[in-house]
């Protein structure tokens, strides 16, 4: 498994890496072949009143982004915390795996590899020439992914392994984007286009 670990207010010293390190693969030793590289950013609160490190960890498996944020007031206590969290999803994403493989008249669609996409995406031309580099507008940070067609009970999913307060699809029936969210007395809510 790729493991790259990044420090923010801190520096990423040998025992802290070796912790991280072990504790990861502890957790991911089961699914070992399924995760091919996690991605870590450890980090230390400027406020010093504030004692608060966070430890968050995305995993890439088999296409799928699982990710986990775990703070405390010990950077090992939060390591320790975003390992174990990050297991239990790791576990919830086998067993789902698991019944959906084994359900009549399923088959799992295959994701591409990075090459099939980089070779499809390829570009003939230079994508610099005749720009001047500009810096985007301040506060704004954007992403782009892929958003593949999908089923409300699967964006739902997808909303539990990443570890965020919603999650946006598009969906299979309509191919509309919409957004499924966490609501703050329990269960979830859908937000969805509605023509003016």
């Known amino acids: 498994m790729k493991l790259l670990i990044h420090g923010r207010n801190l520096d990423v010293t040998p025992a802290i890496r070796e912790y991280t390190e072990a504790k990861l693969t502890r957790a991911i ?18 406020n010093p009143r504030v004692p608060q490190q966070t430890a968050e960890v995305t995993m890439y498996a088999n296409g799928t982004v699982i990710r986990a944020q775990e703070r405390s007031e010990n950077l090992y206590a939060s390591i320790d915390l975003v390992a174990s969290k990050l297991s239990r999803q790791l576990h919830r994403f086998m067993d789902r795996q698991h019944d959906h493989h084994h359900s009549s008249g399923h088959r799992a669609s295959t994701t591409p590899g990075t090459e ?27 992403k782009y992914f892929a958003m593949p067609p999908m089923k409300l009970d699967d964006a739902l999913h997808q909303l539990e392994l990443i570890d965020h307060d919603f ?30």
């Open 29 to 46: 030793n089961h699914f070992e072949g399924m995760v091919k590289e996690a991605d870590v950013h450890l980090s230390v609160a400027r």
């Open 116 to 142: 099939e996409i980089v070779g499809e995406l390829s570009v003939d031309h230079s994508l610099t020439e005749g720009r001047e580099p500009e810096l985007p507008a301040p506060a704004v940070r954007r």
């Open 167 to 196: 999650y946006v699809f598009r969906d299979a029936d309509d191919g509309q984007i919409q957004v499924v969210y966490r609501r703050n007395h329990g269960g979830f809510g859908v937000i969805q286009p509605r023509d003016a």
